[in-house]
């Protein structure tokens, strides 16, 4: 774990490094591109939920609960306690 750490930070230094050498144009212009990326993400994100948010049908409809068993065409025969065997 240790190992991994050091190596996590040595990367994150050398990316650090090649950041800094880069033109403050370079720089800019690449904060620039990361920031419409993520504008355009967060649009489109927002644009969905907003989309299905209006597109759902929010009608909740009641009934009455109708017992599962009573329902069941079967013999009320078939229907023994297992217990009444042993």
Same mark, same amino acid.
């Given at each position: 774990?240790?190992?991994l750490r050091t190596d996590m930070d040595k990367w994150f230094e050398k990316?650090?490094? =090649? @950041? =800094?050498?880069?033109?403050? =144009? &370079?720089?800019?212009? /690449?904060?620039? /591109?990361?920031?419409?990326?993520?504008?355009?993400?967060?649009?489109?994100? *927002?644009? &969905?939920? @907003?989309?299905?948010?209006? &597109?759902?049908?929010?009608?909740?409809? *009641?009934?009455? *609960?109708?017992n599962p068993v009573l329902k069941k065409k079967g013999s009320p025969t078939?229907? &023994?306690?297992?217990?009444?065997?042993?």
């Amino acid at each position: 774990m240790k190992k991994l750490r050091t190596d996590m930070d040595k990367w994150f230094e050398k990316l650090d490094e =090649r @950041w =800094r050498t880069l033109p403050l =144009r &370079k720089q800019h212009k /690449y904060t620039l /591109y990361f920031f419409a990326g993520y504008l355009l993400l967060t649009a489109g994100v *927002i644009f &969905k939920v @907003w989309y299905d948010a209006n &597109k759902s049908n929010n009608d909740m409809v *009641i009934e009455h *609960i109708e017992n599962p068993v009573l329902k069941k065409k079967g013999s009320p025969t078939l229907l &023994k306690d297992t217990l009444s065997q042993f």
